[in-house]
């Protein structure tokens, strides 16, 4: 190989090295910093979500950010997560949420959501004094979809948005609901008088705790 080739191949080599540098010095760039996974508890059923999922619950729900892990050369757990809208009475002035258990009913500031519904929830990754990840909790409302009577030992399906017809002499069973809450965990019903009051008009009414969610007017047959 005469002295202008090899010079040629060298300088070649050298470029190629230094492509290879530069691609594996982005890559690092890229990789370093990046949120990897959040883990939270539901109702204590944990779950572990990546950067792209967001966490889903129906207002009620109890949720806890256990941890939050982000990538700098070695996946390593961020210095914070802030769920933005919740303040703790122990925990007013930081910004780290773990471990705290937030009602999804009673915790949340209504003035801190955001998205066209206003039912959607930061949640702040924190590393090294920059944002590493942005979450949502998304706070659906409870939702009744049908539900199961019996009235004098008659099964009857009654759909959301139906009346129930019924004789003053009846006597009826909700045996089961069908809602958008997980294991329906406390759904109660009552019959009560409509307000403000009207004759003899009642309803049936759903809660989820303490949230009224569902009612049913009953129109009453001779």
């Given at each position: 190989?005469?002295?202008?080739?090899?010079?040629?191949?060298?300088?070649?080599?050298?470029?190629?090295?230094?492509?290879?540098?530069?691609?594996?010095?982005?890559?690092?760039?890229?990789?370093?910093?990046?949120?990897?996974?959040?883990?939270?508890?539901?109702?204590?059923?944990?779950?572990?979500?990546?950067?792209?999922?967001?966490?889903q619950?129906?207002?009620?729900?109890l949720?806890?950010?256990?941890?939050?892990?982000?990538?700098?050369?070695?996946?390593?757990?961020?210095?914070?997560?802030?769920?933005?809208?919740?303040?703790?009475?122990?925990?007013?002035?930081?910004?780290?949420?773990?471990?705290?258990?937030?009602?999804?009913?009673?915790?949340?500031?209504?003035k801190?959501?955001?998205?066209?519904?206003?039912?959607?929830y930061?949640?702040?990754?924190?590393?090294?004094?920059?944002?590493?990840?942005?979450?949502?909790?998304?706070?659906?409302?409870?939702?009744?979809?049908?539900?199961?009577?019996?009235?004098?030992?008659?099964?009857?399906?009654?759909?959301n948005?139906?009346?129930?017809?019924?004789?003053?002499?009846?006597?009826?069973?909700?045996t089961?609901?069908?809602?958008?809450?997980?294991?329906?965990?406390?759904?109660?019903?009552?019959?009560?008088?409509?307000?403000?009051?009207?004759?003899?008009?009642k309803?049936?009414?759903?809660?989820?705790?303490?949230?009224?969610?569902?009612?049913?007017?009953i129109?009453?047959?001779?």
């Amino acid at each position: 190989m005469n002295k202008k080739n090899l010079m040629t191949w060298l300088l070649a080599s050298l470029a190629f090295m230094a492509g290879l540098s530069s691609f594996a010095a982005e890559k690092e760039s890229i990789a370093a910093g990046k949120f990897e996974r959040l883990a939270v508890e539901v109702n204590g059923i944990r779950k572990l979500l990546d950067a792209e999922q967001s966490v889903q619950v129906v207002q009620g729900d109890l949720v806890t950010v256990l941890d939050g892990w982000v990538f700098e050369g070695k996946s390593e757990k961020v210095d914070a997560i802030d769920i933005v809208g919740f303040s703790s009475k122990i925990n007013d002035t930081k910004k780290d949420d773990r471990g705290f258990v937030v009602d999804t009913a009673r915790d949340l500031q209504k003035k801190h959501a955001i998205g066209p519904d206003k039912n959607r929830y930061e949640l702040r990754g924190l590393h090294k004094n920059k944002v590493v990840a942005r979450i949502e909790l998304i706070v659906e409302k409870p939702r009744l979809d049908s539900f199961d009577i019996t009235v004098n030992g008659v099964a009857r399906k009654i759909q959301n948005g139906e009346t129930l017809s019924l004789k003053k002499s009846d006597n009826i069973v909700v045996t089961s609901i069908a809602t958008n809450v997980l294991g329906n965990e406390n759904i109660t019903h009552v019959l009560r008088e409509v307000t403000p009051k009207k004759s003899d008009a009642k309803e049936l009414v759903f809660f989820r705790s303490r949230i009224e969610f569902a009612r049913v007017p009953i129109r009453w047959q001779e």
